[in-house]
């Protein structure tokens, strides 16, 4: 495991929404030896809201059901220590295990009716390790469709109200990662970022500038919209990029990478890659290789 840990390490398990998927992600933990610089699993999982169950179940639109309950997953978590070590309070104080759980909910509904659960989940672990639970939510409307299409504009409309969202986990769930963001569609995946939706966001994220904030973007927007977005670096917060179903040029990656990694040291290690693909990116890439793609994530 490398001295210092980036989040550049971070390998990311995605929609990690059934029992069986869970169940293939604690069993790899467990056993994997990882050869490669990403040694740190981290866990990132959707979260509807059961009419049929009154309760919060792992799932994503449009899906409004699943097999398992945001509280047996957090449970699981739980008995198989994936954030906290396997000894004493007192112990795990003066340790840090790094893995990421990023709980993505879907609607206020679901986060509403998640909250008491999560709370217990923290609760089991030291105060250190909360800020590795990060709690996601689309609060503003972002690019994608048509401007003139009332139907396409209706799939960017967030469901959450942005302030009551915040104030909600700034107090009922203190110390976990804000990951907040914009909602985006899928008709033109490459649309921009304006500087008009970051200027929104930090507007609201004002009294709130003493939390733990990241911010999910769009990998296939990202280099078209990087000049509106790096005000997000600003205050020690952080970026989250993920990609949508389209897919990735070797270019596109190679710029990303030598943006944030390779350039201004004020983008350094400062940027999360929760992409499908790019663990074996990172280690396998060769700089002569000229259009390699790989297919994006569900989003």
């Not at 997953?73 to 396997?86: K, R, T």
């Amino acid at each position: 495991m490398p001295a210092t840990i980036l989040p550049i390490h971070h390998k990311w398990h995605h929609a990690v929404n059934s029992q069986d998927k869970l169940d293939a992600v604690l069993k790899a933990t467990k056993t994997a030896t990882r050869k490669s610089p990403y040694s740190i699993d981290s866990i990132e999982a959707d979260i509807i809201y059961s009419h049929a169950k009154q309760q919060a179940v792992m799932g994503h639109p449009p899906a409004s059901d699943g097999d398992l309950t945001l509280y047996s997953f957090l449970q699981q978590l739980d008995q198989a220590h994936f954030q906290c070590p396997h000894f004493s309070i007192e112990a795990a104080s003066q340790y840090s295990t790094n893995r990421i759980v990023k709980l993505d909910f879907k609607c206020m509904a679901a986060f509403q009716a998640s909250i008491a659960h999560v709370q217990s989940y923290l609760n089991n672990m030291p105060r250190r390790f909360h800020h590795l639970v990060w709690v996601n939510a689309d609060i503003l409307p972002g690019p994608g469709e048509d401007q003139d299409n009332d139907e396409a504009q209706l799939k960017l409309t967030p469901k959450f109200n942005a302030a009551q969202f915040l104030r909600a986990v700034a107090t009922e769930l203190p110390g976990t990662t804000l990951s907040i963001g914009w909602t985006t569609a899928l008709f033109d995946t490459r649309a921009k970022y304006t500087s008009e939706m970051v200027q929104e966001m930090m507007v609201v994220l004002k009294p709130y500038k003493h939390l733990n904030v990241t911010f999910p973007i769009r990998a296939t927007s990202f280099r078209n919209s990087w000049d509106v977005l790096q005000p997000l670096y600003t205050n020690g917060w952080t970026v989250t990029l993920w990609w949508s179903l389209d897919v990735l040029t070797r270019q596109e990656v190679d710029w990303i990478y030598h943006a944030l990694e390779e350039g201004k040291e004020n983008f350094r290690n400062r940027t999360y890659y929760d992409l499908v693909g790019f663990d074996e990116y990172f280690v396998f890439s060769s700089p002569d290789v000229e259009e390699s793609e790989v297919k994006g994530r569900d989003v």
